[in-house]
């Protein structure tokens, strides 16, 4: 099993440029979900899915958008990229999101907009 | 206030020394993670646990529900310790146990 993939490794961007962060689970995890980690803070949730077709927002969703067409994968789109969301990204899945499971988590999108 | 706090927040250990690692929450919590990250790298799961106490290898992971308090040890510390060790939580709302709150994480150096 691959796990949770993640690309691009890293990217940078102008701003007001848009981009789709990939993700995808081998795993025929239920839930997964999007984070970004900044400097002096935990990890903030975007988005999220509990299976294909169905999404939901997070703490931080603006200036995201999210779909999930299949169970493995879960992008993540960014609109019109801003300075603000310089950041890196990770994207975690888990078994269920009714009941705690381990999260695994992707090896990360380091993400620059200048 | 944040809903998770870690302590410390840097911590500087030489090879060979115990180590501990504490997270203290305020909210009711369905159960409590340990993740490792290392510089760079990715987030690895540690343990996962919602009552007592678990080991694996050289960490042992507790927690006291009562105290809303859990603790990360590392015995005989070596430098590939050296990581962010992150404490989270799951949500008790029902249905949304495996939506996370996270601790901002402990920076750990082991030193030779």
């Known amino acids: 099993n691959a796990g949770v993939t993640q690309t691009p490794k890293f990217q940078v961007l102008k701003t007001g440029q848009s981009m789709t962060l990939q993700c995808a689970q081998d795993?025929?995890?239920?839930?997964m979900s999007w984070y970004r980690q900044d400097p002096g803070m935990g990890l903030r949730l975007i988005h999220y899915?509990?299976?294909?077709?169905?999404?939901d927002q997070g703490e931080v969703p603006n200036g995201y958008n999210v779909s999930r067409s299949t169970t493995e994968d879960f992008p993540l789109r960014l609109l019109s990229a801003a300075p603000s969301q310089t950041s890196v990204y990770f994207c975690?899945?888990?078994?269920?999101?009714?009941?705690?499971?381990?999260?695994?988590f992707g090896p990360g999108t380091r993400l620059t907009v200048t | 206030k944040n809903e998770v706090e870690q302590s410390p927040q840097n911590l500087t250990a030489q090879e060979g020394e115990f180590i501990t690692i504490n997270c203290s929450y305020s909210?009711?919590?369905?159960?409590l993670h340990w993740l490792q990250q290392h510089p760079g790298g990715g987030i690895v799961s540690l343990f996962m646990?919602?009552?007592g106490k678990k080991k694996h290898g050289r960490l042992i992971a507790t927690i006291n529900i009562q105290e809303k308090h859990s603790s990360l040890h590392i015995t005989a510390s070596h430098p590939r310790d050296s990581a962010v060790y992150i404490c989270?939580?799951?949500?008790?709302?029902?249905?949304?146990?495996?939506?996370?709150?996270f601790g901002t994480g402990t920076r750990l150096q082991v030193t030779l």
């Open positions: 975690a899945s888990s078994y269920s999101l009714g009941f705690p499971y381990e999260q695994y």
């Open positions: 795993m025929n995890h239920e839930y």
């Open positions: 899915s509990v299976g294909a077709g169905i999404t």
């Open positions: 909210v009711g919590i369905s159960a």
């Open positions: 646990l919602s009552s």
């Open positions: 989270a939580v799951s949500s008790q709302e029902t249905g949304t146990a495996s939506k996370l709150t």
